[in-house]
Structures are given as structure tokens and as C-alpha cells.
């Protein structure tokens, strides 16, 4: 997916978020972050760290709290690493305008190796634990396309 899309919906003279020009320093274990966005609808992403940059999903009720439940989860642009550290308030008039703050991160294993996960991407199932100070365990990402819309995933729990 690259980040084109990411830049291409931001004034980085008028937003405080990443432009992702940093390369993204290898770290030992994946990471994960949820951010609470207080924009035109309370919502969380959902981004996990995968090629050096963040997949990304907007997740309307937040994760998946008990076994089982479902998530709606709608993925959206890939953001630059860097993302996972952002925090702040983008100006009225900008995209996402609103407030930021980090709910959760922390890392997370995938099921298999990356380039499973790389494949479960684009067939539509992922399967990972996080190991965050909320979210801990094993969690399932499933797509579900409807005609008009490609990019709806169930976020789910799993039992441990
Ligand atoms: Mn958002």
C-alpha cells in the first residue's frame, strides 16, 4: 500500500503528525498501538507494525473486550512508523481533526512469521497475541467484503 495515500490526505504545514520521512529503526519485537481519536466521531485505530509501516484499521467501538466478540474494523490507509508515537490535537479543517492519545501499545507476536502475515493481509485472516497493558492474547482480524465496501474486518478475541 506504501504511505502515497497517507500524504496525500495531509498538510504536514498545518498537522503535527508524522510525515514518515524517518526510517523506521528495526526493533527486536513488532509493535502495536490503539489511539483514542476524538474526531467528528469518537473512534480507535487499530495499527499494527508490519514492513515498516502501520497497518492500519478504525475500529468505531474500540477492540474487542470479552471472548468472542465482534469488532467492527475498517481498514484504512498505511501510516509511517512513526505514527505509533503520535499524540496531540490535528487542526480543525484538517483530516481526522481532533484529539489523539495513545489507549494502548505494546508488541505483538504474529501466528506463523511474517510473511504468513503478509499473506493473511491480503487473503483477509490475520491471527496474532498482543502483548499491550489492555489488550493481551490472541486476536483475529477477519475481512468481509460487501459490494460497495472492500476494507470491513471483524476485529475478534480469542480464547487464550
Ligand atoms: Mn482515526
Avoid: C
Avoid at 11 to 21: A, R, V
Avoid at 27 to 32: A, E, G, I, P, S
Avoid at 54 to 70: M, T
Wanted: charged share 30%; proline share 5%.
Amino acid at each position: 500500500m506504501g504511505l502515497k495515500k497517507y500524504l496525500s490526505k495531509r498538510d504536514f504545514t498545518q498537522t503535527s503528525e508524522p510525515e514518515g520521512k524517518k526510517e523506521p529503526k528495526k526493533q527486536k519485537h513488532l509493535q502495536f498501538v490503539v489511539q483514542e481519536h476524538h474526531a467528528s466521531h469518537l473512534h480507535y485505530d487499530f495499527r499494527l507494525e508490519l514492513d515498516g509501516v502501520l497497518k492500519s484499521w478504525a475500529v468505531p467501538k474500540g477492540p474487542p473486550a470479552e471472548i468472542s466478540e465482534k469488532r467492527l474494523a475498517i481498514q484504512v490507509e498505511d501510516h509511517p512508523f512513526d505514527y505509533i508515537h503520535f499524540e496531540g490535537t490535528i487542526p480543525k479543517g484538517n483530516y481526522g481533526a481532533g484529539t489523539v492519545k495513545i489507549w494502548d501499545k505494546g508488541t505483538y507476536e504474529v501466528e506463523g512469521n511474517e510473511s504468513l502475515m503478509r499473506k493473511g493481509l491480503e487473503d483477509g485472516h490475520i491471527n496474532f497475541i498482543l502483548h499491550g497493558k489492555k489488550l493481551k492474547g490472541p486476536y483475529s482480524l477477519v475481512r468481509f467484503n460487501t459490494e460497495n465496501n472492500q476494507n470491513q474486518w471483524l476485529f475478534l478475541k480469542k480464547k487464550s
